[in-house]
């Protein structure tokens, strides 16, 4: 074989659950994966990988893989293994499987994330498998569903500006993100931005590396980002610094607004809810009002709380009320998902469910579920997931998974938190080993993931393995037999104009396709949300329907407003990502442990003084749910009341066995349904402290 046929360049996409969802080059030698880069050529991505990812052939392989199939031999917990066949492995769950559907198929529970975010092995032959089933359906709440409502119920679904206009910005408001750890190929476009001129500003309750990095910080308390943008709009209307034609001609209920937040939002009421000044709510509203184009990055960190969607909801309102939207570089994205037409029914066959209503339950609420739910989960199938270290209230996940009764199935590339509870343990393939297509959320690229190498040991993708189970379970339906490839086409045979010229053959050779949208896309310039009434409607029918009042109001985190709560637990705490990590994703894996040495809390040196905390000291958070040990780090990057847990590490990696979801709660959002993981409250104490 000549060394040109040896060697070959292909192209792939970072799976991971990130907005940026990076087109990738990976350099194969000899069926060897050498070198892995950005594809110069993809313009949002343009060459570049985070740490995490341009590491990635660690990762794929890593000693540490899984390799084989396993059967626990120790109690649950233990991570005691041995090595069993395939055979004898899918041979296994088929009869538990069958067994329990005879009885009552909504006793199986899939549980599965965004371990990837590619569609096949995201969400294809799994869901087929599991509707064929009848297995209870799980609703996937532990990150955006807050959000997306939110903006739903306002701007007609998750939709927003082009990130890629993001350089083009005047001013640039970073709400809730910190892009430089999770969104970093948007943070180049703020960066230059800054430099043309561009006034930046963060707000956060936290001083993250992008924070520091922005012409100004607005540290607000947690859960009061709704407050603010209410006072903000009580300056904007009282000193006219809105666009009246572009309201009256694609807006909905903007008078109702106007008297509301008259009545109700005044600065003053905003500053004091957010433990702010009031120059700096006026202040934020006139630059909001007077600087064009202003574009507004929303994250998720602001809506993991009890009244989130009605926060998101609130701050999409903005763009609408100063006409941000007429120009590309204005606006305001949370996520572009919704700009995407993947064929979501040909991918899942939802026709499988057969008419059928399986009960759903809440990813959030996984622990109580695994103890309390009625008829109880019998058995669990977890992929692309970690939950014993990423759900809520931990105590509560390890008491379900520690169940005798519970039969439990892992796929996972390593040998997680998770993993050391389950019954049969499966290898799965990395992005490297398998075919995927992908859309993004934080722009409007198409990527291909063609196959770069074989999978390593006996590992196969997830898509795979439910192909090899619906065989055992007699499952005879023509699209279990469906190969990756086909999915992929599948995915991708949509008639919606943006999706027009977008097919799996070009994407495999070429890595990457734009939508269909004009190279300075400014969706909503003219109107036309994708709402009922095709207006940005700061009165929503779709929330008044539910009981919701229909115009923006301020919700409340929920512990926080819990005076007796908060006497006993005074400290908001809050659980973001790592740098180095995602979500528990990288954190088994020493360059990333070593980068982030080990798991700590930073504190505001008012709050550690006032405990007897000094730098370095080990310090125990604690609440009613559990606790946590870490390292204390006095460094003012929180605001007074609020300390900071960079997330999610592995409890085995952990000094006492637990991490930050020790503490967070299972309560969920006003909307969606989602985790509320930064609504919560605890008391910190030195470990060598007397208990309370």
Same mark, same amino acid.
């Given at each position: 074989?000549?060394?040109?046929?040896?060697?070959?360049?292909? /192209?792939?996409?970072?799976?991971?659950?990130?907005?940026?969802?990076?087109?990738?080059?990976?350099?194969?030698?000899?069926?060897?994966?050498?070198?892995?880069?950005?594809?110069?050529?993809?313009?949002?991505?343009?060459?570049?990988?985070?740490?995490?990812?341009?590491?990635?052939?660690?990762?794929?392989?890593?000693?540490? =893989?899984?390799?084989?199939?396993?059967?626990?031999?120790?109690?649950?917990?233990?991570?005691? !293994?041995?090595?069993?066949?395939?055979?004898?492995?899918?041979?296994?769950?088929?009869?538990?499987?069958?067994?329990?559907?005879?009885?009552? *198929?909504?006793?199986?529970?899939?549980?599965?994330?965004?371990?990837?975010?590619?569609?096949? %092995?995201?969400?294809?032959?799994?869901? +087929?498998? !599991?509707?064929?089933?009848?297995?209870?359906?799980?609703?996937?709440?532990?990150?955006?569903?807050?959000?997306?409502?939110?903006? @739903?119920?306002?701007?007609?679904?998750?939709?927003?500006?082009?990130?890629?206009?993001?350089?083009?910005?005047?001013?640039?408001?970073?709400?809730?993100?910190?892009?430089?750890?999770?969104?970093?190929?948007?943070?180049?476009?703020?960066?230059?931005?800054?430099?043309?001129?561009?006034?930046?500003?963060?707000?956060?309750?936290?001083?993250?590396?992008?924070?520091?990095?922005?012409?100004?910080?607005?540290?607000?308390?947690?859960?009061?980002?709704?407050?603010?943008?209410?006072?903000?709009? #009580?300056?904007?209307?009282?000193?006219?610094?809105?666009?009246?034609?572009?309201?009256? /001609?694609?807006?909905?209920?903007?008078?109702?607004? +106007?008297?509301?937040?008259?009545? @109700?939002?005044?600065?003053?009421?905003?500053?004091?809810?957010?433990?702010?000044?009031?120059?700096?709510?006026?202040?934020?509203?006139?630059?909001?009002?007077?600087?064009?184009?202003?574009?507004?990055?929303?994250?998720?960190?602001?809506?993991? #709380?009890?009244?989130?969607?009605?926060?998101?909801?609130?701050?999409?309102?903005?763009?609408?009320?100063?006409?941000?939207?007429?120009?590309?570089?204005?606006?305001?994205?949370?996520?572009?998902?919704?700009?995407?037409?993947?064929?979501?029914?040909?991918?899942? =066959?939802?026709?499988?469910?057969?008419?059928?209503?399986?009960?759903?339950?809440? #990813?959030?609420?996984?622990?109580?579920?695994?103890?309390?739910?009625?008829?109880?989960?019998?058995?669990?199938?977890?992929?692309?997931?970690?939950?014993?270290?990423?759900?809520?209230?931990?105590?509560?996940?390890?008491?379900? !998974?520690?169940?005798?009764?519970?039969?439990?199935?892992?796929?996972?590339?390593?040998?997680?938190?998770?993993?050391?509870?389950?019954?049969?343990?499966?290898?799965?393939?990395?992005?490297?080993? #398998?075919?995927?297509? /992908?859309?993004?959320?934080?722009?409007?690229?198409?990527?291909?993931?063609?196959?770069?190498?074989?999978?390593?040991?006996?590992?196969?993708?997830?898509?795979?393995? !439910?192909?090899?189970?619906?065989?055992?379970?007699?499952?005879?339906?023509?699209?279990?037999?469906?190969?990756?490839?086909?999915?992929? +086409?599948?995915?991708?045979?949509?008639?919606?104009?943006?999706?027009?010229?977008?097919?799996?053959?070009?994407? @495999?050779?070429?890595?990457?396709?734009?939508? &269909?949208?004009?190279?300075?896309?400014?969706?909503?310039?003219?109107?036309?949300?994708?709402?009922?009434?095709? @207006?940005?409607?700061?009165?929503?029918?779709?929330?008044?329907?539910?009981?919701?009042?229909?115009? *923006?109001?301020?919700?409340?985190?929920?512990?926080?407003?819990?005076?007796?709560?908060?006497?006993?637990?005074?400290?908001?705490?809050?659980?973001?990502?790592?740098?180095?990590?995602?979500?528990?994703?990288?954190?088994?894996?020493?360059?990333?442990?070593?980068?982030?040495?080990?798991?700590?809390? &930073?504190?505001?040196?008012?709050?550690?003084?006032?405990?007897?905390?000094?730098?370095?000291?080990?310090?125990?958070?604690?609440?009613?749910?559990?606790?946590?040990?870490?390292?204390?780090?006095?460094?003012?990057?929180?605001?007074?009341?609020?300390?900071?847990?960079?997330?999610?590490?592995?409890?085995?990696?952990?000094?006492?066995?637990?991490?930050?979801?020790?503490?967070?709660?299972?309560?969920?959002?006003?909307?969606?349904?989602?985790?509320?993981?930064?609504?919560? %409250?605890?008391?910190?104490?030195?470990? &060598?402290?007397?208990? +309370?």
């Amino acid at each position: 074989m000549s060394a040109e046929a040896a060697s070959r360049v292909v /192209h792939t996409a970072c799976p991971h659950d990130c907005p940026d969802t990076c087109a990738m080059l990976v350099t194969v030698e000899n069926g060897v994966a050498t070198r892995i880069q950005g594809d110069p050529a993809m313009p949002f991505t343009d060459g570049t990988l985070c740490t995490k990812v341009a590491h990635y052939l660690e990762r794929t392989y890593s000693p540490e =893989r899984l390799r084989q199939p396993m059967r626990r031999v120790g109690r649950k917990g233990a991570g005691e !293994f041995r090595r069993i066949g395939w055979e004898e492995a899918l041979d296994e769950i088929a009869a538990r499987l069958k067994a329990l559907a005879r009885e009552n *198929p909504e006793s199986i529970l899939p549980c599965s994330y965004a371990g990837t975010m590619g569609m096949v %092995q995201y969400g294809s032959m799994d869901r +087929r498998f !599991f509707y064929r089933l009848g297995a209870s359906v799980l609703d996937r709440t532990l990150c955006s569903s807050a959000g997306k409502f939110g903006l @739903k119920a306002t701007l007609g679904g998750s939709v927003g500006m082009d990130p890629e206009r993001f350089d083009d910005a005047r001013l640039i408001v970073l709400w809730g993100t910190n892009p430089i750890v999770s969104n970093l190929h948007l943070w180049s476009r703020v960066q230059e931005a800054k430099r043309r001129g561009a006034k930046v500003i963060a707000i956060d309750p936290y001083r993250s590396l992008s924070a520091e990095k922005c012409t100004q910080h607005v540290a607000l308390l947690p859960g009061t980002d709704g407050a603010l943008a209410l006072g903000m709009m #009580h300056v904007l209307v009282t000193e006219g610094l809105i666009d009246r034609e572009y309201i009256a /001609h694609y807006t909905l209920g903007y008078e109702a607004l +106007r008297q509301s937040v008259l009545e @109700k939002y005044p600065p003053e009421w905003a500053a004091r809810t957010c433990g702010i000044s009031r120059a700096e709510v006026v202040q934020l509203a006139r630059d909001y009002g007077s600087i064009r184009p202003a574009a507004i990055r929303l994250n998720y960190g602001m809506q993991r #709380h009890a009244g989130g969607g009605i926060a998101a909801r609130t701050i999409a309102c903005l763009p609408a009320l100063v006409g941000a939207w007429r120009e590309a570089a204005g606006g305001l994205v949370l996520t572009t998902a919704d700009f995407y037409s993947f064929d979501q029914a040909a991918l899942e =066959r939802p026709d499988l469910l057969r008419g059928r209503r399986p009960r759903a339950i809440n #990813h959030a609420r996984l622990g109580e579920t695994l103890t309390t739910a009625q008829p109880p989960v019998r058995a669990l199938i977890v992929y692309n997931n970690n939950p014993v270290a990423v759900c809520p209230e931990s105590e509560k996940v390890i008491a379900g !998974f520690s169940r005798e009764d519970l039969f439990t199935v892992v796929m996972d590339h390593f040998q997680t938190d998770t993993a050391d509870y389950a019954d049969i343990v499966l290898p799965s393939t990395t992005q490297l080993e #398998h075919f995927d297509v /992908h859309k993004s959320y934080g722009h409007l690229y198409v990527l291909g993931n063609d196959r770069a190498i074989e999978p390593l040991g006996e590992s196969l993708p997830n898509s795979e393995v !439910f192909r090899r189970l619906a065989q055992r379970m007699g499952f005879d339906e023509p699209c279990f037999r469906d190969s990756d490839e086909e999915l992929c +086409r599948a995915a991708l045979a949509s008639s919606h104009p943006r999706m027009k010229g977008i097919a799996w053959e070009k994407l @495999k050779h070429s890595g990457w396709q734009k939508l &269909d949208v004009p190279e300075r896309f400014a969706p909503f310039a003219r109107g036309g949300f994708p709402t009922p009434s095709g @207006k940005c409607e700061f009165y929503s029918e779709y929330l008044e329907n539910q009981g919701i009042d229909p115009l *923006p109001f301020y919700n409340p985190p929920a512990e926080a407003s819990d005076e007796n709560l908060r006497q006993r637990y005074p400290l908001a705490f809050l659980s973001p990502p790592a740098r180095h990590f995602l979500n528990s994703t990288f954190a088994n894996l020493a360059r990333w442990r070593d980068f982030e040495r080990e798991p700590h809390l &930073d504190m505001h040196a008012r709050d550690a003084g006032a405990r007897g905390i000094r730098d370095g000291d080990r310090v125990r958070v604690f609440n009613d749910r559990g606790s946590c040990t870490l390292r204390a780090r006095v460094n003012g990057k929180a605001r007074p009341g609020v300390v900071v847990a960079p997330s999610v590490w592995w409890k085995k990696y952990s000094p006492d066995g637990a991490n930050a979801n020790n503490v967070t709660s299972q309560r969920t959002s006003d909307l969606g349904g989602g985790a509320t993981f930064y609504d919560c %409250q605890v008391q910190v104490e030195r470990v &060598d402290a007397p208990l +309370r």
